[in-house]
């Protein structure tokens, strides 16, 4: 295949995932989509509850919208759905060469963001006819990168697999935007025994027409739906009677505002939503935050995490309130540096005249962390790659005009090949005939 049909070929896979993006466990389509290609490319597709420890699984959308948009997706197929409909979204197929060498996994994450995608002029998808068809959602973060290059990764590996040994698992993740769904699948022992774990991700800040190797900087972060319970009241007749949600709400708000001084690492807390009350003149039964906790060593996000609970607990006694809080996110930060390994990476790189550089420092929180802490701790080796973009750098990710140059594909789809080619390919003086 020459670089321009295959650069053809990404953008219109591309072009097609970026029209219909579905947020965290909504991934109707997706799933289905992707189920669907893979099948026909011969593979046996693992999907529904069996990929997801359903105890690990976080932040569920409410019943009624999941299931009105369930409602709205095509249900003559092959293959039963029922499992996907009820929000075991995502796949994962393997190929096995059933010769000895090397297994490697890789992960694609696959869902959007509830976002409004720009009808400006200037924004490519717009002007050229593939913006989001799904209304006050968008691929606003390069997942639709990320499946078009798994899947043309599956069909690589079936059209080279007499020269590979060993075996490949392609896993199509759900649920990465709030770190909700990494957990589940990997508390299914999906990647266990691995002796190679790969991913990567369209910019987030790396250089441009450059591969990042070694990706560091992950924080561990907790995401925490918090709600206060009170009792209402008239607020001016009968203020006394009340229990005012909203107070403890505030109290908690302002102190856990206090938390992060650690002289071991960075930590952060973040208030992001707060909503509560129901008018001027009542004493508000009823208030939810929403927030997050994040620390460069899962050490400092687990204390940070008792410290909020002390904090809502106290904050709920100082105005008579019950509370509850719920786990909707989580990701751990990377346990270990392979810096041997990033080296080799690098060399095989140079050797396919790539441009690449090791280490760039994340700075956020990804639950593919779960994934390489996994295979590291069971002896493997993981590495998480960034695919530099000039476009996603200039607009930002996670914003209404976030974009990239599909040319990033070509450069995704030819480091994977290149270091799958270099761990499995046979020897010449191996013969399994």
């Not at 006819?129 to 990764?153: E, P, Q, R, W």
């Not at 990377?334 to 760039?360: C, M, R, T, V, W």
Request: aromatic letters at 10%.
């Amino acid at each position: 295949m020459s670089d321009l049909t295959l650069a053809q070929e990404l953008s219109a896979m591309r072009r097609y995932y970026h029209r219909f993006p579905e947020p965290a466990w909504m991934e109707y389509r997706t799933t289905i989509s992707i189920i669907s290609r893979l099948k026909a490319l011969g593979y046996e597709v693992k999907y529904g509850k069996v990929i997801h420890n359903p105890d690990c699984m976080m932040g569920q959308p409410k019943k009624d919208l999941a299931q009105a948009y369930a409602a709205t997706i095509n249900r003559e197929l092959d293959f039963d759905i029922t499992e996907i409909l009820a929000g075991y979204t995502g796949a994962v197929c393997e190929l096995d060469t059933g010769r000895p060498g090397p297994s490697i996994a890789m992960r694609f994450d696959i869902d959007g963001l509830a976002i409004k995608e720009s009808k400006s002029k200037k924004h490519l998808p717009n002007l050229q006819g593939f913006a989001s068809k799904h209304k006050g959602y968008m691929h606003a973060c390069g997942h639709d990168g990320h499946i078009t290059v798994g899947l043309y990764l599956a069909q690589w590996l079936k059209d080279h697999q007499d020269q590979l040994t060993g075996k490949y698992l392609l896993i199509f993740q759900p649920a990465e935007e709030g770190v909700k769904g990494g957990k589940s699948m990997v508390n299914t022992g999906l990647v266990d025994g691995y002796d190679y774990f790969l991913s990567g991700h369209i910019g987030m800040g790396a250089p441009a027409d450059s591969v990042t190797i070694g990706t560091d900087g992950f924080l561990a972060t907790t995401k925490t739906d918090i709600q206060f319970s009170g009792l209402s009241a008239h607020a001016g007749a009968s203020p006394e009677k009340g229990h005012n949600a909203i107070l403890a709400a505030a109290s908690a708000l302002l102190n856990l505002q206090t938390l992060p001084q650690y002289s071991t690492g960075a930590a952060r807390v973040n208030v992001g939503k707060i909503q509560g009350g129901s008018g001027r003149n009542i004493i508000a039964n009823s208030c939810r935050l929403e927030m997050e906790t994040r620390g460069s060593s899962s050490a400092i996000n687990d204390h940070l995490n008792q410290r909020v609970k002390e904090v809502v607990a106290g904050s709920a006694m100082q105005y008579q309130c019950k509370y509850q809080l719920q786990q909707v996110g989580e990701a751990p930060a990377l346990n270990q540096k392979d810096q041997a390994f990033y080296q080799e990476l690098h060399e095989l790189l140079d050797q396919a005249d790539i441009p690449n550089s090791i280490g760039f420092h994340f700075g956020a929180s990804e639950d593919v962390v779960f994934f390489m802490n996994r295979v590291a701790e069971l002896g493997g080796k993981a590495c998480f790659f960034l695919f530099g973009s000039e476009l996603a750098k200039a607009n930002g990710h996670h914003n209404s005009q976030f974009d990239f140059e599909e040319s990033v594909l070509v450069t995704m789809v030819e480091t994977f090949t290149h270091l799958l080619m270099h761990y499995g390919q046979k020897k010449k003086e191996e013969s399994y005939d």
